[in-house]
């Protein structure tokens, strides 16, 4: 029966399988995730809706290995993330997951070109980082300039609009060519106009074959992936 189940997650590049997570908030034992079950396939982009609090950020985060459950496993490429020992599961968040959140997370004192470097720098010893900067430095341009961002490397974020600082947090989260994007309300944050020019991005790396979960609260959005599912009352629904 192990076998069986192990070889079933090798075919999902990610999947979890009956997580919980509950928060103590005063008197009250807030169950946000019940048993929550997902499966993404290689190349797939799957979108995560729900209402505001239903706990579709916990879900990323534990996807992504910032965060543990109170029960339940996550699978990455046929290996449970939460058994990782010895930094590889501080390889797993930074080498094999990209995040990218609603409100940016750049270094304000950093410029663009800093900022995407600092994705690449994080997973390097300081004795390493020299023997591979050059190369991470150009990646990291190449990146900004496939971004429309070829005349802004230099700009700090107070100097981006908030479309051109999500873009540049996308460069960050692919800087190490993850397997696994993971986009928290990506387009939240933003107008119309500008979440349309998201959207028009992340529908470009899945074209690549990049594999996506996004979660979001907006359907226009959603709309753009190749599954959606809701996460509503601790558990996910078709």
């Known amino acids: 029966m192990v076998a069986a189940t192990a070889k079933k997650e090798v075919e999902c590049i990610l999947a979890a399988r009956d ?13 946000v995730l019940a048993g929550v079950e997902i499966a993404v396939k290689p190349g797939e982009w799957v979108a995560v809706l729900g209402a505001s609090g239903s706990g579709k950020s916990t879900l990323l985060h534990l996807l992504g290995g910032l965060d543990r459950p109170d029960q339940g496993q996550v699978w990455f490429d ?29 270094l304000p004192e950093l410029t663009a ?16 980082w020299p023997l591979i900067s050059r190369e991470k430095r150009q990646q990291a341009t190449d990146l900004l300039e496939q971004l429309g ?5 230099r700009h700090r974020p107070n100097k981006l609009s908030g479309g051109e600082r999500q873009r540049v ?37 899945h074209r690549a074959g990049q594999s996506i979960v996004m979660v979001t609260h907006d359907t226009r959005i959603a709309a753009a992936a190749d599954r959606q599912v809701t996460l509503e009352g601790g558990r996910l629904r078709a």
């Open 149 to 153: 961002l070829g005349e802004r490397l």
């Open 19 to 31: 997580l919980h997570k509950h928060y103590r908030m005063g008197e009250e034992d807030l169950h």
């Open 113 to 128: 070109l800093e900022n995407v470097l600092i994705g690449a720098m994080v997973g390097t010893t300081m004795w390493g």
């Open 169 to 205: 947090a996308i460069a960050r989260a692919l800087v190490n060519n993850p397997d696994v994007l993971l986009a928290d309300e990506p387009t939240g944050n933003l107008d119309q106009k500008t979440g349309q020019q998201i959207l028009e991005v992340l529908q470009s790396l």
């Open 78 to 106: 046929g290996q449970e993330v939460f058994r990782l020992r010895g930094g590889r599961l501080d390889r797993y968040r930074n080498q094999h997951v990209g995040f990218v959140f609603q409100f940016y997370h750049l």
